[in-house]
């Protein structure tokens, strides 16, 4: 059996309370309506306390301070000219800014050992009423944990469905997180599975922040630790940026959630252009069941995107690692990314000792430009590069190597997806880990906020 290790400072929803609601289910009122703010509006940043891993959760605002308060004492707020980063927050940060403010938040997490060994980058949320998560690990080797953030002061109740290679495996329903607080569930009462699942993650009161972290083990010892990206949902045409460069395992995990059979077209985008693999360009997905396909040799190691098209709506995710021996091995999870906005920012706190690269994706027929604004630190300069995306392709921005890096993006092209790759030695630990770019504002603006004293 596989010791499950829980960071402190995170309450466990675990045991026979979980099972008992996965198995009666729950008796829910109907939806309340949240009262909205009108002044402001906030996502959730992962964080955890761990004396061996070194967090960092970072934020911005383009034109206004930006407040940042630990989940637990929203009264204690800091208030940000710039960029602003809060080191080893030991719980969730909670990042808020005036409405219609053009702002970004990230969490990085690194260490050389110990049960956060690794690299891995996060976004920060919004809360939702519905979260996708692919690429979800609930083998024997792992300890897969979802993390719920509820912001609101009211009550808000959690179902969970999981799509596997075989079809819908049993998983809790009627989880209860209280308001503003969090939860953690262990995904240990799913049923193990030999390959990566799908989960879906819904409310049917409320609303939440979901976080997925995943621990791969061999056996008492620890090998990597990663966040599961919130991907965009089933849809029937959706980009994954940032497969990174290099050996090792390369899946595509296509979900079909539906009742009828999905034909799936699976395209390559790399800096030469528009590719189809040889084996897997065109696959067929039963209904409830998530297929894995083997991308790696069709890629050759380059970094690349894949583009899924599809007849029916599918949710898509990647699953990969370094291919590098046990003492370096390091894991990676990608999804797909809506379309950068016009104009948007991103701070990502990688460290001075972490190589980082924007990938920018153009799955049109037509090129491209997109400017590309790099700020090193707090206090560097913006230096902006205009850079031209060629149509069916992928183009690569080197960034600065500094403790924070600011990416702000804008372009008038519509269909344009990003990413940052990132690579670490840490100790003897090969890192690398993959942000999508998702616009922290369009995920917050969708999502109904709810007004909080503290926070203004």
């Not at 308001?179 to 569930?185: L, Q």
């Not at 149509?391 to 702000?408: E, F, G, H």
Request: contains cysteine.
């Amino acid at each position: 059996m596989k010791p499950w290790i829980y960071p402190a400072g995170i309450a466990g929803v675990v045991g026979v309370a979980v099972l008992a609601t996965s198995l009666t289910g729950a008796v829910t009122a109907p939806p309340e309506q949240l009262r909205e703010s009108t002044t402001r509006v906030s996502v959730v940043c992962p964080a955890f306390s761990s004396a061996a891993t070194r967090i960092r959760v970072a934020a911005q605002s383009a034109n206004e301070k930006v407040r940042t308060a630990k989940l637990s004492t929203p009264q204690k707020a800091t208030d940000t000219e710039g960029l602003a980063v809060v080191a080893d927050p030991g719980e969730p940060v909670r990042v808020s800014v005036g409405r219609s403010q053009l702002f970004g938040a990230t969490t990085s997490a690194s260490a050389p050992g110990g049960p956060g060994r690794g690299l891995s980058l996060a976004s920060c949320l919004a809360p939702a009423a519905t979260f996708w998560f692919s690429g979800v690990d609930i083998t024997e080797a792992a300890q897969s944990d979802l993390v719920l953030v509820n912001l609101d002061s009211t009550d808000a109740v959690v179902d969970l469905v999981a799509y596997g290679t075989g079809g819908r495996l049993s998983a809790p329903r009627g989880l209860t997180v209280k308001g503003n607080s969090s939860s953690s569930v262990a995904l240990g009462a799913i049923p193990r599975h030999p390959d990566p699942i799908t989960l879906k993650v819904s409310t049917s009161q409320g609303r939440v922040a979901a976080f997925v972290r995943q621990l791969t083990w061999q056996g008492n010892t620890p090998l990597s630790a990663e966040w599961v990206p919130a991907g965009i949902g089933p849809a029937t045409d959706q980009v994954l940026p940032g497969i990174p460069a290099g050996k090792g395992k390369r899946v595509l995990l296509v979900t079909n959630p539906g009742e009828l059979t999905a034909d799936v077209n699976i395209d390559v985008l790399g800096p030469s252009g528009r590719s189809q693999l040889a084996n897997a360009a065109r696959v067929q997905v039963p209904p409830g069941v998530t297929l894995p396909v083997d991308l790696a040799p069709g890629l050759g190691g380059q970094a690349a995107a894949v583009q899924v098209t599809s007849s029916l709506p599918v949710a898509a995710g990647l699953s990969a690692d370094n291919g590098q021996v046990p003492a370096k091995y390091d894991t990676v999870v990608d999804g797909p990314a809506p379309a950068v906005p016009a104009d948007a920012l991103w701070p990502v706190a990688l460290g001075a000792q972490t190589a980082g690269t924007l990938q920018l994706v153009n799955p049109t027929n037509a090129d491209v430009v997109v400017n590309v604004s790099l700020t090193a630190g707090a206090k560097g300069a913006p230096q902006t590069t205009a850079v031209t995306v060629t149509a069916s392709s992928t183009a690569q921005v080197a960034l600065p190597k500094a403790d924070a890096v600011t990416i702000r993006i804008q372009t008038d092209a519509t269909a344009v997806r990003a990413a940052v790759l990132a690579t670490a030695t840490l100790g003897m630990v090969k890192g690398t880990a993959v942000l999508d770019l998702v616009a922290n504002e369009s995920r917050a603006h969708r999502a109904q906020v709810v007004f909080n004293p503290h926070l203004g």
